[in-house]
């Protein structure tokens, strides 16, 4: 698929897929007769996985550290899995940390609501 239909599939713009490129976070995209990109399902996946590493605040230093192990092979599959952990130990602590947030909220919404005068 070309970049235009590719942008459409992964919800991200042009632009940013020319970022990932530049980044190394989308190597050996292949190249139709043309010369243009011609993106791969697998291609779609990967973008879909960086697009939840984002979403979930991991560095993106990290998440070129993965792409770099990722595009070694299989000999950095426990090197890939640590950093998954590390950031899912941090991830986890960041929703404990909004869990509280969201609790101490809602009792201050209660303690007004008490204090309104009844109509």
Same mark, same amino acid.
């Given at each position: ?7 459409? @599939? #992964? ?9 990932? !490129? ?17 993106? #791969?399902? *697998? ?7 960086? =697009?939840?590493?984002? *979403? ?12 770099? @192990?990722?595009?070694?092979? *299989? ?13 899912? !130990?941090?991830?986890?602590?960041? /929703?404990?940390? !909004? ?5 101490? @909220?809602?009792?201050? /919404? ?8 009844? =109509?």
């Amino acid at each position: 698929m070309n970049i235009k239909q590719f942008s459409q @599939l #992964s919800g991200i713009s042009s632009h940013t897929i020319r970022y990932y !490129e530049k980044l190394g976070l989308l190597r050996s995209i292949r190249r139709n007769s043309s010369g243009y990109r011609d993106f #791969s399902h *697998d291609d779609l996946v990967w973008v879909e996985f960086i =697009k939840r590493l984002k *979403d979930t605040a991991m560095p993106l230093k990290d998440i070129q550290t993965y792409a770099r @192990l990722r595009f070694e092979g *299989d000999a950095t599959l426990t090197q890939r899995m640590d950093l998954l952990k590390q950031h899912a !130990e941090q991830l986890e602590q960041k /929703i404990n940390n !909004e869990r509280d947030n969201l609790q101490k @909220l809602k009792l201050k /919404i209660a303690h007004y609501k008490k204090r309104l005068p009844v =109509k």
